[in-house]
């Protein structure tokens, strides 16, 4: 087919963009969201990358499709769309579709205030605050979350060998706090810790091939995120992070994978505990609210299950073409 279009919905979680494909998308096949995923990455990416590399979309670019639930308990299942692919799961992705969707007349969920949501790395219980007619927080309980390694090792193109964990908040972690060779993220440009991240993400799922596969779905695998750490810019809030992902991207908005998984090494570390709450700032200063709401386990380790708050707001809307026979850079490109 040469010329599809799309309605979009676009808008913004604490910075970072939400473009919610609302009209276009084809039905894919599959008993759940993961086995939708993998149809959607086989037969339809070209919608993906159409959709979020330039020339209609940018580096930053992040989005997603909503489909009926597969489990009629539940209120409606979520694709991320994203620069980086389609991510099992995204925090800033969760609360942007959410405020988009209920300010849109998009979704009713059987209980007002309360979404139950089925993501590919599974089911994600969503709160949400709507006084009139915009919604003013978004708090998503994640899927559990834990520690999955520590103090390892890598060389660093310029800065030398660092010293990081690797966590799970949904998608999988590099963590990498101040150190020796590394004197954090508020000394570096978000142009350099991508181009140091590139890299780095390359070097440590070569050197720990297989090392991180979800113990409870293995089409969850490999770090995929670098989240840097540093000085904070408000001294009332716990921690400033900068998260790498995709080819080119720095998180605007604090990350709430990358949240749930920087709660999950602090609880591991005995750091923070069980109701004690993070508030965690992006690279440029706007802030999620994380909880670790229980500590429990996941195949004998220990993890937690976190909760992460936030607001959207929605801005604009898009109907979009692509039209192969016409376009020569339908599908996108990234430079
Ligand atoms: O909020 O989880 C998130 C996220 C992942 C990548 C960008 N944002």
Not at 261 to 274: D, F, H, I, T, V
Request: net charge negative; proline share 5%; glycine share 10%.
């Amino acid at each position: 087919m040469a010329l599809s279009t799309f309605e979009c919905i676009d808008g913004h979680t604490c910075g970072n963009p939400v473009r919610l494909v609302v009209e276009g998308c084809p039905e894919l096949l599959g008993e759940n969201m993961s086995q939708k995923r993998n149809h959607f990455l086989k037969e339809y990416d070209w919608i993906r990358t159409g959709l979020m590399f330039e020339p209609r979309g940018h580096d930053m670019m992040s989005g997603s499709i909503l489909f009926p639930p597969h489990n009629t308990d539940n209120d409606i299942a979520i694709l991320f769309i994203e620069t980086s692919g389609c991510l099992p799961m995204c925090g800033h992705g969760t609360i942007g579709t959410i405020t988009i969707a209920i300010e849109n007349g998009l979704l009713f969920p059987k209980n007002k205030g309360f979404v139950k949501l089925e993501t590919p790395a599974g089911l994600v219980e969503v709160e949400y605050y709507q006084p009139k007619n915009k919604v003013e927080w978004v708090k998503l309980t994640n899927v559990k979350s834990y520690l999955a390694a520590s103090e390892l090792t890598i060389n660093c193109p310029e800065l030398g060998e660092l010293v990081f964990d690797v966590s799970y908040g949904g998608n999988y972690y590099a963590i990498i706090d101040p150190q020796k060779n590394f004197s954090g993220m508020h000394n570096f440009s978000a142009t350099k810790l991508v181009q140091l991240s590139k890299e780095i993400r390359k070097r440590i799922n070569e050197k720990y091939p297989d090392q991180f596969i979800h113990p409870e779905n293995d089409s969850i695998k490999d770090v995929s995120h670098i989240l840097w750490t540093g000085n904070t810019l408000d001294e009332k809030s716990s921690g400033r992070n900068a998260v790498f992902y995709g080819n080119k991207a720095i998180d605007r908005s604090p990350c709430g994978t990358g949240t749930s998984a920087r709660m999950a090494q602090l609880s591991a570390r005995g750091k923070l505990k069980e109701g004690e709450d993070y508030v965690h700032e992006s690279f440029i200063g706007s802030t999620f609210i994380g909880r670790v709401e229980t500590i429990t386990e996941i195949k004998g380790k220990p993890a937690i299950i976190p909760s992460v708050k936030g607001w959207a707001k929605v801005f604009g809307r898009n109907t979009i073409a692509i039209d192969s026979e016409d376009d020569p850079y339908a599908y996108g490109f990234q430079v």
